[in-house]
Each structure stands twice: as C-alpha cells, then as structure tokens.
C-alpha cells in the first residue's frame, strides 16, 4: 500500500465529493423537481455501496491501512457500511410521502443523511482517536439538525435542544476519556495504544479513569441506562422519518466504535470493561422493558425497547471473545432490520395532517389491511424474541455468550426480561387483531414502499428460519477486526 493509493477510502471520498456536489445542485431545482435531489442521494448511497463491494472479498482476511495508519478497511467496516448504505436507502425509501407531506421533501434533508452517514463510515474504518471523535462528531451534528428539520414545531425544536445539550455532554465525556488514554500511554493511533497497554507502559489509574469516560461517551451514543435520558424525548419528537434514521443507522455506528475502541485499542484491560458493559447492560435491559409498559405513543414505546435492545446487545461483548462479539454484530443487524420494518409501517399509517403514532391507530389493522397486520405482526415478534422470527435467534445467540462465559445469573435475568418485553410487544397484536378499528381510511401507499416493506417484514421471517448465512458474514466480519 503506497502512500498515494486512495483506493480503501474511496467509498468515503466518493459520498462526500456526492454530497457536496448534490448540496450545489440542489440550488437550482425547484420545488416541483425536488425528485432530482432525491434520486441523486439515492444513486450516491449506491456508488459507495458499489465501490464498498469491490473492495469486499469475504474469503480473505484484509486490513488495509493508510493515511498515516489512521484509517483502516478491513471485512468488518465493509459489512458495517453495506448494513449502513442499505438502512439509510430504506429509510429514504419509507419516508419519501411522509417528507413531502410536510413539506420536508428538500435538500437539506437529504444532504444532512448523507454527511451523517459519512461520519458513520469514518466511526466505522477509525483507527485513531481523533478520526474516532471527528466521525463521532460529524454523525451527531448532522443529527442535531436532522430533528429540529421541522422547524414549525415545538415539539421537534424542543426534541433537538435536548438532544444537543446532552449529546454535548456525552460527546464531552467521551473526548476527556479519550485525553486521558492518550495521557495515560502517549499514543493516539489504536494499535500503539494497545501495545502500550500489553506492554505494561501505561499509567494504570489514569487508563481507567479515561475508561470510564469513554465507555460513558459509548452508553451515551447507544442510549443504554443510566445515559439514556435523551431517547425517549428524541424519538417521540423528531419527525419520524428522522426518529428510524436515528434509531438504526446511529446503532450499527456505535457498535463499529465500540469494536474499534474496546476489542482494537483495549482488549487488555477487558476485565475493566467488561465490568462497566455488565452494568449498563442489566440497567437496560430492565428499565426499559419495565417503563416501555407504561407508554401509550408508539414511538416513545419504541424508544424504550430500543434501550432494552442495546442492553442485549451488549451481552455479546461480555464473552470478551469472537463468538460473543459475531453475536452481538448478529444482533445489532437483526434489530436494525426489525426497527426499519416497525417504524415503515408507521409511516405507511401516516398521512398529511396525521401522525400514526399511538397504540389506538394500530386498533383493527387487520380489518384494514390483513397483510399490513401481518408484517406487523411479525415486526413485534421478532422484538419480542418469539421463534421463528430473527429476533429470536438474535437473542439466543448473545445470551448463549454469557451462559458460556460463566454468566448464568445475568441469562436469567436476560430470559424474565424478555419475558416482561413480550408483554407490551403482544399488546401491539392484540390491539391489530382483536379490537375494532378506530380509522376506517383506505391506507395508501406508493408501490414501491409496498413492495420493500413486505420483503423487508418476510426477511424477518426468512433469516429466523435459516440465519446462518448472516451469522456467517458475522463471524467472518471478526476475523479481520
């Protein structure tokens, strides 16, 4: 690799030079025309996703390294970015009527994706400190404005300024952790840092100290308790088509900087963090599950299973080996999948004037629509982990990582916990099943919106039954890292 051959970054040249270009274009197509905008972000998701694929080659082992050692792509950022590419190209798809129906069908919108989902990709193929904060970053503030896009209402302004306080707050805690890293072992690039650690040159107080700030930074970003403050608030006020953006393509992010940062630069003090993961992980896991039983909005309902659900995520990386960290990847691509399917049919339900986004609009969805119900049906199935859906297995999987980890008492936990999640996930198909309907409009959708939210439900179903082929890119995607 010389020092001039651009070729693994060019997935991240290619989006951004897209992005920019589309920024430009966009000034002079009228509002009637707007489609031009929105099929060029569409075509620059699909570039990247081509450029990505041609560097992709699963039956080799492949970590390419440049500018300075700072970047890395290897088989697991190229899979975490084709999930990344292939969420963000849905949910434009899913949200496409409901934008235009509030007059958010425009460039901004479309360019703040992009940017973010570029600093998702930089997060993803990071291996330094500041590249890990600077993608971080990017991300956050192309969110920041993504939810106060609507700016006619209080409820999205509100929603973004409690966002940016406190993402603020976690993005500070995560750069002072990472200060204290850098103080501890004098290294910013990750491979250093880990040898410094391995070779006993580190200061040990200050190294887990800045641990604490930095796997703190992480809980923020994934939202797990007791750094969850903000989800609920975000998720029920953001227009909903920004709430899915946030609720999977931010996930798949996270979890590619919690593999970059704890297994790369800090599997030595893996006892330390472990510890901290346990926490997080049991906090979330029953307070969400708990409180989500209370709520009556269907998207702060899901704000509260999204904490649950990054809670069972994170039994994954308990294992501290490849197995528990392929089931946690497992995981996070099982629920990215599931969310886009819950939140799809949320917005198919809206329409102008009218947000579908309590329990009571789902009543008698089956006398509605048979084949809406039942992809809803399988949405809540798999949340809920009930076979043989993928939200099954993604569950067996990681709490089978902690049962081989010694770590029965937290599996049974994890068990009565999901248990307590099936409650108000079943609610969801009692309501669509056995109630009348409240609103008897004929639900209308483009046919392209049908046609992937239904392959999009039926592979919920179809990686249940047969999921080995995308535990096998999981694992596969761990060897390289």
């Known amino acids: 690799m010389t020092a001039l051959d651009f070729t693994p970054a060019l997935p991240e040249i290619a989006l951004l030079t897209a992005a920019c270009a589309i920024l430009l274009i966009d000034l002079f197509v009228t509002d009637a025309r707007r489609h031009v905008t929105y099929w060029l972000t569409q ?6 996703a081509w450029l990505t694929l041609a560097l992709f080659h699963p039956q080799r082992v492949r970590a390419d390294h440049l500018f300075a050692n700072m970047f890395v792509s290897d088989t697991l950022s190229d899979l975490l970015k084709l999930v990344i590419y292939g969420t963000v190209s849905l949910t434009l798809f899913y949200s496409r009527s409901y934008l235009a129906a509030r007059g958010l069908f425009r460039g901004e919108t479309f360019v703040l994706i992009l940017f973010s989902t570029l600093g998702m ?33 209080p409820t999205s302004v509100e929603a973004a300024m409690k966002y940016f306080v406190l993402g603020a707050l976690g993005s500070g805690l995560m750069l ?34 800045g641990l604490v700030f930095v796997v703190s930074g992480i809980a923020f970003k994934l939202g797990a308790v007791p750094y969850h403050m903000w989800i609920p608030d975000v998720y029920q006020g953001a227009p909903t088509a920004v709430t ?5 393509a931010s996930k798949v992010a996270a979890f590619g900087f919690m593999m970059r940062l704890l297994t790369t630069a800090l599997p030595a ?37 999204a904490i649950a659900n990054m809670g069972y995520m994170l039994l994954g990386f308990l294992g501290q080996n490849s197995d528990g960290y392929s089931a946690a990847m497992f995981y996070i691509v099982a629920y990215v999948l ?49 076979p043989p859906t993928v939200g099954f297995y993604a569950k067996f999987v990681v709490i089978q990582t902690i049962v081989d980890a010694g770590l029965i008492w937290l599996a049974v936990i994890a068990v009565l916990t999901s248990v307590i999640g099936a409650f108000y996930y ?13 609103d008897h409009s004929p639900i209308e959708a483009r046919g392209d919106n049908r046609l992937l939210l239904s392959l999009n439900g039926l592979a919920l179903l179809l990686f249940g039954v047969l999921p080995q082929p995308l535990m096998g890119l999981s694992i596969i995607a761990l060897w390289s890292s």
């Open 176 to 209: 002072y952790g990472m200060s204290m890293l850098y103080g501890a072992t004098g290294a910013l690039d990750l491979n250093r840092l880990a040898q410094a650690v391995v070779a006993g040159r580190a200061n040990t107080i200050i190294l887990v100290f």
């Open 244 to 248: 899915l953006f946030v609720g999977t």
């Open 43 to 48: 075509l620059a998701l699909l570039l990247a």
């Open 338 to 386: 599931t969310t886009l399917a819950g939140f799809g049919m949320i917005l198919l339900l809206s329409r102008a004037g009218f947000e579908a986004e309590d329990l009571d609009d789902l009543k008698g969805l089956n006398q509605r629509s048979p084949w809406y119900a039942f992809m809803m049906l399988l949405t809540m199935f798999s949340l809920a982990g009930i």
């Open 426 to 438: 079943l609610r969801i198909v009692k309501l669509m099943y056995f109630d009348d309907a409240v």
């Open 269 to 305: 003090v893996s006892f330390e963090w472990q510890g901290m993961l346990m926490v997080l992980s049991l906090l979330s896991m029953v307070l969400g599950n708990i409180v989500a039983i209370a709520q009556t909005n269907m998207k702060r309902m899901l704000a509260y299973s």
């Open 121 to 153: 990709m930089v997060m993803i193929s990071a291996n330094h400190l500041l590249l890990l904060y600077l993608g971080l970053e990017l991300m956050s503030l192309s969110l920041y404005a993504l939810v106060a896009l609507n700016r006619e209402s």
